[in-house]
T-cell receptor, first 114, second 115 residues
């Protein structure tokens, strides 16, 4: 079985602050993939990143960065210099190879205040 | 084109009605999905189609009936729904089955209200 925990239900910060969204997962498999999705108020889920379990390099994409720590089963997401447009619900989702299921965490509602 | 198109965007239906949700993608993806999302909850998987064949049914009630007429289209037929079925229904597609190092692209969803 796999399980994902996003302990932060809601986060509210002021624009330009840095913010980190936590994701902790459980799996006994050695091969798996980790995803982050963003869901703005419009409802569409927007793909942000995919990592596989063999690649522990951290990744940066503009103001977004991800910290994958296999030893602690965590895949945290940081937004640097947050903007109002970053306001959304963010979902972490692990998937085990062959499971065919993208299972979402409970999500973190991020509000960036001007 | 990384677009998944869902119609209609909003739907209100009575408990005795029959309606259908439609989903279309032209990315050549061979896996398509239906998810259901209640307010303030994460999306929950309902069905997975892989190469136009139903590969996963997450014990969804028979009042929801999926159909994949071809590799670009996915329908969800609705009949005799209950008010608790009111939710956002999301369609997604991916290059191949989830779990094979491929991300899923989602449509904007159909917001369904059952009265």
């Amino acid at each position: 079985a796999q399980k994902v925990t996003q302990a932060q239900t809601e986060i509210s910060v002021v624009e330009k602050e840095d913010v980190t969204l936590d994701c902790v997962y459980e799996t006994r498999d050695t091969t798996y993939y980790l995803f982050w999705y963003k869901q703005p108020p419009s409802g569409e889920l927007v793909f942000l990143i995919r990592r596989n379990s063999f690649d522990e390099q951290n990744e940066i994409s503009g103001r977004y960065s991800w910290n994958f720590q296999k030893s602690t089963s965590s895949f945290n997401f940081t937004i640097t210099a947050s903007q109002v447009v970053d306001s959304a619900v963010y979902f972490c989702a692990p998937i085990i190879q062959g499971a065919q299921k993208l299972v979402f965490g409970q999500g973190t509602r991020l509000t960036i205040n001007p | 084109d990384t677009e998944v198109t869902q119609t209609p965007k909003h739907l209100v239906m009575g408990m005795t009605n029959k309606k259908s949700l439609k989903c279309e993608q032209h990315m050549g993806h061979r896996a398509m999905y239906w998810y259901k999302q209640k307010a303030k909850k994460p999306p929950e998987l309902m069905f997975v189609y892989s190469y136009e064949k139903l590969s996963i049914n997450e014990s969804v009630p028979s009042r929801f009936s999926p159909e994949c007429p071809n590799s670009s289209l996915l329908n969800l037929h609705l009949h005799a729904l209950q008010p608790e079925d009111s939710a956002l229904y999301l369609c997604a597609s991916s290059q191949d089955r989830a779990g094979l190092n491929t991300e899923a692209f989602f449509g904007q969803g159909t917001r369904l209200t059952v009265v």
